[in-house]
Nanobody, 123 residues
Framework: QVQLVESGGGLVQAGGSLRLSCAASGRTFSTYGLGWFRQAPGKEREFVAAINWSGGSTTYTDSVKGRFTISRDNAKNTMYLQMNSLKPEDTAVYYC????????????????WGQGTQVTVSS
């Protein structure tokens, strides 16, 4: 069992930056694929970024490429999402997720989810 807790959300002006963290419990954290998703009001949850168990492979949705960076520190059981050049359309609740066997862009890949952290970008 893995428990995930997100932090670092908040209100920021367009063009600003935030760094989200996802702290995980569990001894097998370093073997899990990890991902970030987001959900805006009235919209479906969408993929943002993912990283494999070692951190050596990452993937991003097109709308955040060049602005967001996903990373992980297995020694600290923590994943990060550095978000730069934020836009109002990035406003959403951001969720971290962990997958026992894989990582990817689909929600079905992931077995565990955090409760989410709100990110609001004002124009």
């Amino acid at each position: 069992q893995v428990q995930l807790v997100e932090s670092g959300g908040g209100l920021v002006q367009a063009g600003g930056s935030l760094r989200l963290s996802c702290a995980a419990s569990g001894r097998t954290f370093s073997t899990y694929g990890l991902g970030w998703f987001r959900q805006a009001p009235g919209k479906e949850r969408e993929f943002v970024a993912a990283i494999n168990w070692s951190g050596g492979s990452t993937t991003y949705t097109d709308s955040v490429k060049g602005r967001f960076t996903i990373s992980r520190d297995n020694a600290k059981n923590t994943m990060y999402l550095q978000m730069n050049s934020l836009k109002p359309e990035d406003t959403a609740v951001y969720y971290c997720a962990a997958g026992r066997t894989a990582y990817g862009t689909a929600t079905a890949v992931y077995d565990y989810w955090g409760q989410g952290t709100q990110v609001t970008v004002s124009s």
